[in-house]
């Protein structure tokens, strides 16, 4: 059974760095595609960071762009979400999400929070101001 467990999440002043780390298990990491998404109070969940294509490029949404690294180390089935100079408005609950690559593919978009069937519980990212 697929499980991903986030951790990492708190709350910082704006300019300050958070990282989230994404446990996998139950799954061949290298055959998954793993993206980590966001949600904001009244508003709907965006992808933050996810594969742009097959070769293992990665999209970040403009928003975070320069602030925000992705990254993983498949010995320990792991992710990572660095969030450097954290606004407020990165405030939301931050998920990751996984699925079989071939199925993730299909959708034309790793970007896609339909794609995902996988999903962790999520963890709170508070900015203030």
């Known amino acids: 059974e697929e499980q991903l467990v986030e951790s990492g999440g708190g709350t910082v002043q704006s300019g300050g760095s958070l990282r989230l780390s994404c446990v996998t298990s139950g799954f061949h990491f290298d055959d998954y595609a793993i993206a980590w998404f966001r949600q904001a109070p009244g508003k709907e969940r965006e992808a933050v960071s996810c594969?742009?294509?097959?070769?293992?490029?990665?999209h970040y949404a403009d928003s975070v762009k320069g602030r925000f690294t992705a990254s993983s180390d498949s010995a320990k089935n792991t992710v990572y979400l660095q969030m450097n100079s954290l606004k407020p408005e990165d405030t939301a609950v931050y998920y990751c999400?996984?699925?079989?690559?071939?199925?993730?593919?299909?959708?034309?978009?790793?970007?896609?929070?339909?794609?995902?069937?996988?999903w962790g519980q999520g963890t709170q990212v508070t900015v203030s101001s």
């Open positions: 999400a996984a699925d079989h690559l071939i199925k993730v593919t299909s959708f034309g978009t790793f970007c896609e929070a339909r794609a995902y069937e996988h």
């Open positions: 594969l742009a294509s097959s070769d293992g490029t990665l």
